[in-house]
């Protein structure tokens, strides 16, 4: 009898764990993501790809993390930046999310940088920390188009497939940075002061301070001033980082005892360089919100500023507080994105619930769908290259 019932609990308790690893591989199985049917494939016949540089600042992680989700795309490389003011919590904390989320642990195009850089947004360590965030996506990833930076307080109008729909139109080697060399102010309030950054140099947070002297306006080269949000196509930046030419060395360090120069230096490397000049595109492709006249931020954008914010035919918006409900509209509406879901596309396969995100599951990255937001960004982007086919605001 005691036999019988050692023989009887064995069976059962056999019988108990097949049920549960059956249960358990059925589990896996419908909430894993699904291998990959294709891989990322680029070149002059594939859809464009996106070099992308998020930064922000001490308490910021969230607000990068959202931003990440809201243009993310298998295609893109992102280099995400928490300032030195920033902790190593942060920092640690924004890596551990990112390998929650299936397609970015799948895909592996998204790095952290992990010694950070102190920057300033007045001073001339701004332009070096976007230079190293450029040099890092060059050496990481051979496959991008454009590079874009984006601050925690910017925010996606547009789908990834969207944007890479509208920029397959046309050449690659185009640059969209707005520019002008009508200095007005800036001569005496810019570019004659001489300021020096000390985030260059000191470990600890501090003001940048002025020289009680000016100096004339250079005359080797010609000033030009604009958006400091750019779209910089690869091999522009590869002319300002690995280029045989000084002149991006050169103003580099003219530009590193200018206020604010991240207005002004892709403008002048770009507009005195024979090579790349008729590549510019006077555009940043932002909607803002100025007073008049302008201070040194934009408006806060809120509900009420919507529609007027959607009907721009602008790819990127900014200033957000974090969390506003505009952006859970933008989420709804246009990126068809729930809460810590990555931004729906083309490639997403998955069922679309309350419970379910799509981007968990995927098909073939390399084609793209555009949404209705497609027809607005493309008919800005048309205006522009007539313009500039026409030359009339070309590095003048």
């Given at each position: 009898?005691?036999?019988?019932?050692?023989?009887?609990?064995?069976?059962?308790?056999?019988?108990?764990?097949?049920?549960?690893?059956?249960?358990?591989?059925?589990?896996?199985?419908?909430?894993?993501?699904?291998?990959?049917?294709?891989?990322?494939?680029?070149?002059?016949?594939?859809?464009?790809?996106?070099?992308?540089?998020?930064?922000?600042?001490?308490?910021?992680?969230?607000?990068?993390?959202?931003?990440?989700?809201?243009?993310?795309?298998?295609?893109?490389?992102?280099?995400?930046?928490?300032?030195?003011?920033?902790?190593?919590?942060?920092?640690?904390?924004?890596?551990?999310?990112?390998?929650?989320?299936?397609?970015?642990?799948?895909?592996?195009?998204?790095?952290?940088?992990?010694?950070?850089?102190?920057?300033?947004?007045?001073?001339?360590?701004?332009?070096?920390?976007?230079?190293?965030?450029?040099?890092?996506?060059?050496?990481?990833?051979?496959?991008?188009?454009?590079?874009?930076?984006?601050?925690?307080?910017?925010?996606?109008?547009?789908?990834?497939?969207?944007?890479?729909?509208?920029?397959?139109?046309?050449?690659?080697?185009?640059?969209?940075?707005?520019?002008?060399?009508?200095?007005?102010?800036?001569?005496?309030q810019r570019f004659q002061p001489i300021v020096v950054d000390p985030a260059l140099y000191l470990a600890r947070k501090t003001k940048i301070f002025h020289a009680t002297e000016k100096r004339p306006l250079p005359t080797a080269f010609k000033i030009?001033?604009?958006?400091?949000?750019v779209v910089l196509s690869r091999s522009f930046l590869e002319f300002c980082i690995l280029g045989w030419d000084n002149l991006p060395r050169t103003l580099l360090m003219y530009f590193n005892n200018v206020m604010l120069s991240e207005e002004s230096?892709?403008?002048?490397?770009?507009?005195?360089?024979?090579?790349?000049?008729?590549?510019?595109?006077?555009?940043?492709?932002?909607?803002?919100?100025?007073?008049?006249?302008?201070?040194?931020?934009?408006?806060?954008?809120?509900?009420?500023?919507?529609?007027?914010?959607?009907?721009?035919?602008a790819a990127f918006a900014r200033m957000f507080q974090e969390n506003d409900p505009v952006l859970d509209m933008v989420d709804e509406k246009i990126l068809k994105r729930g809460q810590k879901q990555a931004a729906s596309g083309a490639w997403c396969?998955?069922?679309?619930?309350?419970?379910?995100?799509?981007?968990?599951?995927?098909?073939?990255?390399?084609?793209?769908?555009?949404?209705?937001?497609?027809?607005?960004?493309?008919?800005?982007?048309?205006?522009?290259?007539?313009?500039?086919?026409?030359?009339?605001?070309?590095?003048?």
């Amino acid at each position: 009898m005691g036999a019988e019932k050692k023989w009887f609990f064995s069976i059962l308790s056999l019988t108990f764990l097949s049920v549960l690893l059956l249960v358990l591989y059925s589990i896996s199985t419908f909430s894993s993501p699904r291998t990959f049917p294709s891989l990322v494939q680029v070149g002059g016949s594939r859809p464009p790809a996106f070099g992308y540089y998020i930064y922000g600042g001490k308490g910021d992680k969230d607000r990068v993390l959202r931003l990440l989700l809201a243009i993310y795309h298998p295609r893109n490389r992102y280099v995400l930046h928490l300032g030195a003011d920033a902790t190593d919590d942060e920092r640690y904390y924004l890596g551990v999310a990112l390998k929650s989320v299936p397609a970015i642990r799948n895909f592996a195009n998204v790095d952290v940088i992990g010694k950070p850089d102190r920057f300033s947004y007045m001073g001339s360590s701004y332009i070096a920390a976007t230079l190293h965030a450029a040099a890092v996506l060059m050496k990481l990833d051979r496959g991008w188009d454009w590079f874009i930076a984006l601050s925690a307080f910017d925010y996606p109008l547009i789908t990834q497939d969207d944007l890479s729909h509208v920029f397959s139109s046309f050449r690659r080697d185009l640059n969209f940075i707005d520019h002008t060399s009508d200095l007005g102010w800036k001569v005496d309030q810019r570019f004659q002061p001489i300021v020096v950054d000390p985030a260059l140099y000191l470990a600890r947070k501090t003001k940048i301070f002025h020289a009680t002297e000016k100096r004339p306006l250079p005359t080797a080269f010609k000033i030009f001033t604009g958006s400091p949000w750019v779209v910089l196509s690869r091999s522009f930046l590869e002319f300002c980082i690995l280029g045989w030419d000084n002149l991006p060395r050169t103003l580099l360090m003219y530009f590193n005892n200018v206020m604010l120069s991240e207005e002004s230096y892709f403008q002048t490397v770009i507009c005195n360089s024979p090579e790349f000049k008729n590549t510019t595109v006077n555009g940043d492709l932002r909607y803002m919100i100025w007073d008049n006249p302008p201070k040194m931020e934009p408006h806060h954008l809120h509900v009420s500023d919507y529609d007027q914010m959607v009907q721009s035919g602008a790819a990127f918006a900014r200033m957000f507080q974090e969390n506003d409900p505009v952006l859970d509209m933008v989420d709804e509406k246009i990126l068809k994105r729930g809460q810590k879901q990555a931004a729906s596309g083309a490639w997403c396969t998955g069922r679309n619930s309350w419970w379910s995100d799509p981007c968990t599951q995927w098909g073939d990255v390399n084609v793209v769908e555009p949404g209705p937001q497609a027809k607005k960004f493309s008919e800005t982007i048309t205006n522009l290259l007539d313009a500039w086919n026409s030359q009339s605001n070309q590095c003048k």
